[in-house]
């Protein structure tokens, strides 16, 4: 979309300041940050400011882009007050991108009574006033459940997006790269991320009762072969680590010479990336690799082994420029 003075304004939360910052150096002619003051008046409430003279620039852009983070309940109000208010100032084409739609694993009813706090984080988001130019759009990677777009109302655009490039691009560049063999942990799993590793050999794992112990589920390799291979278990986000962890020792009990994980979103509560570092995950995965896409989780892991982050950076500069 071409108008104005061809720019794209980038406006970000500031937990999102490194990652607008790398998008900005990657596009330096083309991408122009518009701060924000993240205030809060004594009662604690938010107390939000544009940079007024950027935002009025802004107007004869090509477009204008969000960087949000929702990963933080908290968080949550404030930058919904900024997203509703930048429609009311006549910007062009708007976007936003949430890398993580963090209530995406509450998707499903299974008692009466259960709250799917997906659809209402949805329903909020579909509240954002219509633009301009129209509908505001959110960009949003590998969400957690596909059917989950539908429940964004018709006032706001819903546009998916993977990080999938990212990890093939890394492991394209590994030495072994004619060794790797893609994993799923699960059925599920494989019916989502198949279509992007057609060209590797696939594993599907699932879980089954311990033959010795019958309260105990562990997974096992149902389809594929690992022997000899260096198997990439693929998962759109990690809480716990648990099943990863299952995974890998299954396996490796199938002869995988090595054992790596690749998840879009690295959740990690209660840091159980530790497991990892130094848990029963430590040794056992040769590399863990991750976004930015929780940016407090990407800033403490990075740098310590095996954990890898692979920016969102270049993805998202492509597609607010492209």
Not at 79 to 95: E, F, S, V
Request: contains cysteine; charged residues 20%.
């Amino acid at each position: 979309m071409s108008a104005g003075n061809g720019k794209v304004y980038l406006l970000y939360y500031e937990s999102m300041a490194p990652l607008a910052t790398i998008i900005k150096d990657a596009h330096p002619d083309e991408v122009i940050l518009v701060n924000t003051a993240w205030d809060r008046f004594p009662d604690g409430f938010p107390n939000i400011h544009f940079d007024s003279d950027l935002i009025e620039e802004a107007k004869r852009g090509s477009s204008v882009c969000f960087l949000s983070s929702m990963a933080d309940p908290k968080q949550i109000f404030e930058q919904l007050c900024a997203i509703y208010a930048l429609p009311k100032h006549h910007l062009p084409y708007i976007r936003v991108v949430l890398p993580w739609f963090s209530t995406g694993t509450m998707e499903r009813i299974e008692n009466f009574g259960d709250v799917a706090s997906a659809k209402s984080l949805a329903r909020m988001l579909s509240a954002t006033p219509m633009g301009k130019t129209g509908p505001v759009t959110f960009t949003i990677y590998d969400i957690h459940a596909l059917q989950e777009q539908f429940y964004f109302d018709d006032t706001v655009l819903v546009e998916l997006q993977t990080a999938v490039p990212l990890l093939r691009s890394r492991l394209a560049s590994l030495p072994d790269k004619d060794s790797i063999t893609i994993c799923f942990p699960d059925d599920g799993a494989h019916k989502r991320f198949k279509k992007y590793f057609h060209d590797y050999p696939l594993i599907i794992c699932g879980k089954e009762r311990d033959l010795h112990d019958p309260s105990i589920r562990v997974v096992k390799v149902k389809e594929g072969d690992a022997n000899g291979r260096h198997c990439v278990i693929i998962d759109d986000l990690v809480q716990s680590g648990g099943t990863l962890i299952q995974c890998a020792k299954g396996l490796q009990a199938g002869g995988a010479s090595k054992t790596s994980c690749w998840v879009t979103h690295g959740i990690f509560p209660n840091e159980a990336w530790k497991k990892f570092t130094e848990g029963e995950g430590k040794g056992l995965i040769t590399k863990f690799w991750i976004t930015d896409s929780m940016p407090a989780v990407a800033a403490t892991v990075n740098g310590q082994e095996p954990f890898e982050v692979l920016s969102l950076a270049p993805l998202i500069g492509e597609l607010i420029t492209g």
